[in-house]
Structure formats: C-alpha cells, structure tokens
C-alpha cells in the first residue's frame, strides 16, 4: 500500500524568497513520485515525476525536487518564489497501485 | 505533455436528473482513464478505474449504479452521474494513461468539472 503526507496544508512565502513543500511518502514497492500544481477551477498539471533514475529532478516553472529514500522523502523547492506560483500543489505516489495523493498543500506568495 | 479534454467545464443540473461527463485524450490513445472527485479544499478521491472495452473498478464506498462508466473507445470515456442530488455537487476530474506509456508514467489530467445539483 502506498500513502503521501505532506506537511503543512498552507505555506506562504514572500515574491523572491525560497518555496519548500514538504511531501513524506510510505510505499511497499520502490515508489513512483509526482508534484502537480492545481490552480482554481482547473484540472492538474504535472510539475515533476521521480521514476528511479536521478535522485534530484528538475521540473517545469522552476521547481525541483529530491528524492530521499532513507527519509521517505520528496520535498518541492524552488529558489525564489513568484506571484505566479500561487496555487495548490499535490504529492502523488504509484506503486502497485493508481495515484494516491497527498491532501495538498496551498501556497501564497505575498508581494 | 498529451492533452486529456474534459467537457463540460461546469454544468448545473436540476436534482433527480442525470448528468454526463466526458474525458478525452486528444492526442495519444488510452486503455486506462481514472474518474476522481474532488471536494472544495481537499485532495482528489479515485472513485474509478476505466479500461477500454471492460467495465470499471470501482473503489470502495462508489456507488457504481449512481456514477455509471463508460469507456467504449481509447480515446474517450464518460461518467454519468445518475438521479443527481445535491450532495453529489463537486469538482470531477478524469485522467488518462498513455496507451504506449506503460503502467508506470503519469496520467494527463483534464480541466476538471464543476457539477452542482440545485
């Protein structure tokens, strides 16, 4: 079975400053792992996937993220945020099973 | 990426009447759509698996004769829902996977709709 946690269900950052989203996963199987971006009113966006290649992955708009498998951990960064990025953003996990998602987590970027 | 096409965007229907939404992939053919429900400020629920040409899994607690699936081609599924009631109203969301892309890539999501029941 596989399960996503992800810390904190509102983040907010100033424009510019460091965006870190925290995503902590349980799988029984080597995972497959995803970020998407939703914004109001409309479906998600793939952000990132992690599929066993390279630890570290670089992703669309800016943002990356690192697999950690001794933390069971696949947190979403970005260097400096922009106004743009306001949004909600969801963890996925697949392993032998369909997408499980996280509860989300929304971010705000203050001006 | 490939384009999954949700239609309607919204709807807003009368209670006890039916209402169908589609998922299409537009540019890529897909055996497996997923159908998720989404409440406002929540996480998305897997309400169904679609395989082209079979009848859907439905997860536990879906009422598979209320949200009636259809996936009779690899480019297009649909969700009815069925006798619709107030509590029904939410955001849906369709996925697919990428035939040739095998069990383990990401799915396309589409737009979402908007259903309220009045």
């Known amino acids: 079975a596989q399960s996503v946690t992800q810390l904190g269900s509102h983040v907010s950052v100033s424009e510019g400053a460091l965006v870190l989203l925290r995503c902590n996963y349980s799988s029984s199987v080597p995972p497959y792992l995803f970020w998407y971006v939703q914004y109001p009113n409309q479906g998600l966006q793939l952000l990132l996937k992690?599929?066993?290649?390279?630890?570290l992955v670089k992703g669309i708009n800016g943002f990356e993220a690192e697999f950690k498998k001794s933390e069971t951990s696949f947190h979403l960064t970005k260097p400096s945020a922009h106004m743009s990025d306001a949004a909600e953003y969801f963890c996925a996990v697949k392993g032998n099973t369909p997408l499980v998602f996280g509860k989300g987590t929304r971010l705000s970027v203050i001006a | 990426g490939a384009v999954v096409s949700q239609h309607p965007s919204w709807v807003i229907c009368k209670s006890g009447t039916s209402v169908k939404i589609e998922c299409r992939s537009l540019d890529f053919q897909a055996t497996t759509m997923f159908w998720y429900r989404q409440f406002p400020k929540q996480s998305l629920m897997l309400m169904a698996t679609s395989n082209e040409g079979s009848k859907a899994t439905y997860e536990q607690g879906v009422e598979k004769d209320k949200f009636l699936i259809n996936h009779a081609s690899l480019t297009l599924s649909t969700l009815t829902v069925t006798s619709a009631h107030p509590e029904d109203s939410s955001f849906y969301i369709c996925?697919?996977?990428?035939?040739?892309?095998?069990?383990?890539?990401?799915?396309?999501f589409g737009q979402g709709t908007r259903l309220t029941v009045v």
């Open positions: 996925s697919a996977r990428d035939r040739l892309g095998g069990v383990n890539t990401e799915a396309f």
């Open positions: 992690y599929t066993s290649a390279a630890t």
